[in-house]
Each structure stands twice: as C-alpha cells, then as structure tokens.
C-alpha cells in the first residue's frame, strides 16, 4: 500500500532527491542487465524501418527485422530504456530500411499456439544494444 501522508512531510527538495535517487537506481539497475545479457554481438542490415509500439504497461518497444551479413533474416527486439524520454523519437529519426546496425544481446525462442489451432515458434534476438553501423571502407 502506498503511504501518501509521507509526501506532505517531505520537502521538495527531499521529494526531488528521492526521485533522482530512484532513477538513477533505475539506470545503474538497467546497465547491470545489460552487461549480464549481453552474448552475441553482430552487425545486420535492416530489411525495414524500425517498428515502435507501446506495451499496456507503458514500455517502448521496437521490432527491427534484420538480415545478418550471411544472409540469414531475423527479428530483433528492444525495449526503450525508460529513463531516455527521446529514444523512441531517435531511434524512428535514424534506423530506416538499408541501414547497417551493430547489435548485442541474446537469442530468445517462443512457442505458442496460433489461431488455427497450429503449434508456431520462433527465435529472436532480444538486443540490449543497438546502434547505426557502417561497414569500413577498403
């Protein structure tokens, strides 16, 4: 239950430092994911531009259907960070279809039964990391 008489107690500036405490737990908290998760590492060129949509819980997502250097095509999906309020303006602005993208995260498999009735599983990699890339020139 949250104690709400709390808050006439506390000052705004105590308010204030208790919400920058509480997120940049947040922050620390999400780079220790990050660096527990992270296990494959690859560059990939984006077969469409980058799709963004909202969980009912308010998160950020986007799915980017790549196609890895060896021609294999796969999906990749990352979660917004929340404390960056403009990386869903950012990434929209500059991941599009053709662009080379540096990935890092992990491969993910999920089963589940379609309408129909027929068993569909696939494989995806849930990227913790993701960034424009541009192959050297020779």
Request: aromatic share 6%.
């Amino acid at each position: 239950m949250i104690d709400f008489s709390r808050l006439g107690r506390e000052t705004p500036e105590e308010r204030a430092a208790r919400d920058a405490e509480r997120r940049q737990a947040e922050i620390d908290a999400d780079a220790k994911r990050r660096a527990e998760c992270v296990d494959s590492t690859m560059a990939a060129r984006l077969a469409e531009d980058v799709e963004l949509r909202s969980t009912p819980s308010g998160d950020t997502v986007a799915t980017l259907r790549c196609i890895a250097l060896n021609g294999e095509a796969f999906t990749a999906i990352y979660w917004l960070p929340p404390h960056r309020a403009d990386a869903a303006d950012r990434i929209a602005a500059t991941l599009r279809a053709g662009l080379g993208v540096r990935l890092a995260g992990y491969w993910k498999s999920r089963k589940w039964t379609d309408r129909d009735g027929n068993p569909r599983q696939v494989r995806e990699l849930q990227a913790q990391y993701v960034a424009p890339y541009r192959e050297p020139t020779k």
